[in-house]
Structures are given as structure tokens and as C-alpha cells.
């Protein structure tokens, strides 16, 4: 009867993930697809150059490792090379994310009404602090698949089966290494601390079992990380990956870029952003690990045991794991995780107080309600997005939609001069690559973020032999993110003109981009210049 009865629940399981899997694409993708002006565009940018056979480290410059841009590179080899594909495949990452983050807190003993509450609470405070295609979405899907395979799955007992976190491990890593390395370490972390735990209960640990496990989980992660350095290191050579992974994250990236832990920036989206829940959402880790201390001074419960060091151990590696930059965006990107501890920890209570009738009756009222409030919290998320997106436009990169008539106006004529050249080239600045996408102009150099002060000194003089030597007949600019005193500016002043546009000055709506025509090429048509 107990086997029928657990048969029974785990149906009802599975149901309850192929709806939530479904529901969330279905609502994620009615969403507006608005395109975000630098990082998403990077990251589309990238995987559509990978698709017209440039090599990512060779061709196209990235300091995060490969596979989230080949595997949506890939996604537009099927589907197509547009928003759409973009965003629906975004949002089954997310739709994966939520039901993984579901099983795990049932896996954990939540009950399912509670359980339910963690891809709601997930939608909310991440999806909604950075709706955009990104790297991030990818790692944050793997590091909920790990949480679920460890919490789950029978390392414990089975040495040989700890190659499935190794393996997870090792794609999280070549999804984002600086996600991925300190999220691997916990993985293993967890294994050692298991066999520590060993000594509080009857039964001995094994040297031998703890020498087994860490020698699965380390083929598993060798067995992705290994074959793909090669790949690269023949492609590209080592100088290239070293630089591109090593050097620039160390040397250009961490000295400018830093911030301190729930910071909100510029590029926040503070009309979505719960930013003091995000701040202080690690605090939903206190009621686990009490019940953690519980179960090891009791020496009771070993799974119970295991599965929480699980839980705890791979949170803190989540917040290390976002180390280098923690604002509430990056936050956003493990928060998942503290949900599930959060509900964790509000099991724990509601079994210790065994509610019974009109309590239990209270209990569900609460629950429900939560639930409606957080659906309602959807619904009004999605109707801001709409009001905010409200001008749609065919593009080179399918529909997008816009939140200014000037926009659409822009890129059009961007697109038309563009196409009428013999390369198509065009050069977007700085922080900017979005028009690569809209307008088909093709980025001569291999550089989609380029920051003066930022980027090596030898990137700024490559663009800049690149954008002489190829006389690039147009340029793109974001003149609000012009640094002082950039070389790359001063060359555009230099060897531009500006083309103004009547039709964009005519919508009364200042446009945050400016368009500039190489005053030595052959496309010059004076009637448009000032």
C-alpha cells in the first residue's frame, strides 16, 4: 500500500511538472520581446556569428566559456535566427528551471502546495529582474538540475552514480566558468562532508566508498571540461583561450567592475525588482541549517541529514559563485535556490506544530493565498511589460517589440544604407550591439563589448586598424556612453560625418543612437548629412 501510495504521489508529481513546464513557457513567451541594447544583444550577436562560421576566441572575442552560445547557435540553425527563438528557448530554460526547483522541494519532503510556490516566487525575483536571453539562464538551469541530481539521486550508496553531478558539474563550467568552477567545488565538497558526517552515526565511513565518489565526479567533470579545452586549444590555440578566459576576466574585467553585495545598479529593472527580498534572501537558509544541527546532534535521520548539507553547501557555493559581481541582478540568478530552502524551512515548522482541523483548515487558506498573490504578481508584471513594449516592429532579427516610435524608424534606415554597401558592415559603439541584429550589419571586428578603459589597450588599437584598413562605411553610436577621452570616439570624429534623419527628428522622441557615414566613402549622399 505504501509503494501504491508513493507510485501514486510521483504521478501526481510528474503531472504537476509537465503542467508547470508549460504554463511557464506559455506565459514567458506572450511576454513583450524587447531586445536589451548590450548584453543580450552580445550574447545573440555572438551565436548568430557562430552560425555564419566564425570560431568563438579566434573570430568572435568572449571571456566566458562556449557552450551557452553554440548550444543557442545552435538553437537558430533549427528554429531560426530570431527574437523569437531567443526568447522561447529562454523561456524553456526557465520553464525547466522552475520544474527542477518543484522537485526538489518535494524531494525534500515539502508538501506540493508549497512546493508549488518556488517556481511562482522564481518567476518573479528572476526571470523578472533580467528578462533577457542570456549565458546566466543557462548556468542557472544547470545549477537547479545539480541541486535536484544531488538532493536525489543515490550517490550515498551507488559511488559510481556520483558521475552525474560530475558530469552536471563540468557543464556548468563550460556554460560559465566563474559560475560554474565554485558551484563544481561545493558538488565536491558535499561528498567530503558526507563522509565526515559518517562519524556521528552507527554505521563507519569508508575510506574507500569516499575515494570512489571523488574519482566518479571527477571523470564526470574531466569528461566535458577536458575534451572541450582541446577542441578550443586546437581551433584557436592556447594563447587565445588563455587570454580570452584567464587573462581578461583577472586583469580587465575584476579591477573595474565591482560592486557590493544586493547593490542596484544602473542596469537594474527597478520597477521589477523586489531588491530587498533579494538582498536578504540568503537569511532563508536559517531555518535548514537549524534543522540540520538538529538531525546531526540526534544522529537519527542519515538522509534527512545528507540532503539538507546538500541544500546548505550548494547555496553558499551559489553565493560564492556570484562573487565577483553580487548586485541584486546577479542575486537574481541563484535566488532559486534560497526558495527552496525557504520552504524547507516552513515544512519543518508545520510538521514540529502538527496542525490539526481548523488549524489545518488555516493552513490552507494561507497557502492558497500566497499562491494567488504571486499569480496576480505575474499578471501584473506581464501588463507592465505590454505597456511598456507597446510599439512592435518587423526587423532583420523578426518582431521585436519597442518602447519608442524613433527606434523602429532608426533601424529601418540603418538597414537600408547598410544593405546598399558591398560588405554590410557595420560598426556599433560603445556598449552597444543591438543594431548588429535589427539593421543585419555585420561587426567587422571581433569585439561586441568594447569599452574604452576597459578593454586591453591592443583590443582598442585592433578595432581601430580594423575600422581603417576595412574604410567600415557606417557607424552606430551611444553618445550617452561615451567615455572621456576615447580613442575610438576621437577617430569616428575624425573620419565621420553625421547622417541625420528627419524622419526619426520628425517623432518628436530624442533617439539615444547616433548614425555616422565614413566621409571618404563611395555611399556619400550629401542630402542627408548636417
Known amino acids: 500500500m505504501r509503494r501504491l501510495t508513493r507510485f501514486s504521489g510521483q504521478r501526481v508529481d510528474l503531472t504537476l511538472g509537465l503542467l508547470l513546464f508549460a504554463g511557464i513557457v506559455v506565459y514567458l513567451s506572450t511576454l513583450p520581446r524587447n531586445l536589451n541594447q548590450a548584453d543580450e544583444s552580445y550574447f545573440l550577436y555572438e551565436a548568430k556569428r557562430i552560425g555564419e562560421g566564425q570560431v568563438m576566441y579566434r ?28 526568447r522561447i528557448a529562454t523561456a524553456c530554460l526557465h ?39 542570456s549565458w546566466h539562464w543557462f548556468s542557472t538551469c544547470c545549477a537547479a538540475i545539480l541541486l535536484y541530481a544531488m538532493v536525489a539521486g543515490p550517490w550515498a550508496n ?113 520597477e521589477y525588482t523586489y531588491s530587498t527580498v533579494l538582498t536578504y534572501s540568503p537569511l532563508a537558509l536559517a531555518l535548514p541549517l537549524v534543522e540540520f544541527a538538529v538531525a546531526f546532534a540526534r544522529g ?15 547555496s553558499g557555493a551559489a553565493a560564492l559563485s556570484i562573487g565577483y559581481y553580487p548586485d541584486v541582478i546577479h542575486i537574481a540568478f541563484i535566488v532559486g535556490i534560497f526558495w527552496v530552502a525557504a520552504v524547507v524551512g516552513v515544512e519543518w515548522v508545520l510538521r514540529a506544530l502538527q496542525p490539526v482541523g481548523a488549524w489545518h483548515a488555516a493552513e490552507t487558506v494561507v497557502l492558497a493565498a500566497a499562491a494567488l498573490a504571486l499569480v496576480l504578481q505575474l499578471v501584473s508584471y506581464a501588463r507592465l511589460r505590454h505597456a511598456q513594449f507597446p510599439v512592435a516592429h518587423q526587423t532583420a532579427f523578426g518582431r521585436i517589440d519597442f518602447a519608442s516610435r524613433w527606434e523602429p524608424v532608426f533601424i529601418d534606415k540603418v538597414r537600408e544604407l547598410v544593405a546598399a554597401t558591398p560588405t554590410h558592415e557595420l560598426f556599433c559603439y560603445s556598449q552597444l550591439a543591438a543594431p548588429y541584429l535589427t539593421t543585419g550589419g555585420r561587426n567587422p571586428t571581433p569585439y561586441q563589448k568594447l569599452i574604452s578603459g576597459v578593454s586591453p589597450p591592443a583590443q582598442i588599437q585592433r578595432s581601430l586598424r580594423i575600422l581603417e584598413s576595412r574604410r567600415v562605411p557606417y557607424v552606430v553610436t551611444a ?41 571618404d566613402s563611395a555611399a556619400a549622399e550629401p542630402s542627408s548629412t548636417q
Not at 553554440?70 to 523569437?84: C, D, I, P, Q, V
Not at 526547483?101 to 522564481?122: E, N
Open 95 to 133: 520553464a525547466l528551471t522552475g520544474v527542477m526547483l518543484f522537485a526538489t522541494g518535494r524531494r525534500l519532503g515539502v508538501r506540493t502546495q508549497l512546493a508549488l510556490l518556488v517556481p511562482l516566487a522564481y518567476l518573479i525575483t528572476s526571470e523578472a529582474v533580467w528578462p533577457s536571453a
Open 479 to 519: 553618445p550617452l556612453w561615451m567615455p572621456p577621452n576615447d580613442p575610438i570616439n576621437k577617430y569616428i570624429a575624425e573620419h565621420y560625418e553625421y547622417v541625420s534623419m528627419p524622419e526619426v527628428t520628425a517623432l518628436d522622441e530624442p533617439p539615444i543612437y547616433s548614425l555616422y557615414r565614413r566621409k
Open 158 to 270: 551507488r559511488p559510481g552514480w556520483a558521475v552525474v553531478p560530475g558530469l552536471l558539474s563540468g557543464l556548468l563550467i563550460g556554460l560559465q566558468q566563474q559560475r560554474g568552477i565554485p558551484v563544481a567545488a561545493g558538488a565536491g565538497a558535499v561528498l567530503v562532508l558526507d563522509f565526515l558526517l559518517d562519524l556521528r552515526y552507527p554505521q563507519p565511513p569508508s575510506w574507500r566508498v569516499l575515494a570512489a565518489r571523488i574519482g566518479y565526479f571527477t571523470a564526470g567533470v574531466a569528461a566535458v571540461v577536458i575534451p572541450l579545452l582541446l577542441v578550443f586549444v586546437l581551433w584557436v590555440g592556447v594563447d587565445a583561450l588563455y587570454d580570452a578566459l584567464v587573462r581578461f576576466p583577472l586583469q580587465s574585467y575584476r579591477p573595474h567592475f565591482r560592486t557590493s553585495w544586493g547593490a542596484v545598479g544602473p542596469m537594474t529593472a527597478v
Open 300 to 314: 537519527r535521520d542519515r538522509q534527512r541529514a545528507r540532503q539538507l548539507c546538500v541544500l546548505l553547501v550548494l
Open 59 to 86: 573570430d568572435v572575442f568572449q571571456f566566458v566559456t562556449p557552450l551557452a552560445s553554440y548550444a543557442m547557435s545552435g538553437l537558430f540553425w533549427l528554429f531560426g535566427t530570431s527574437m523569437a527563438t531567443a
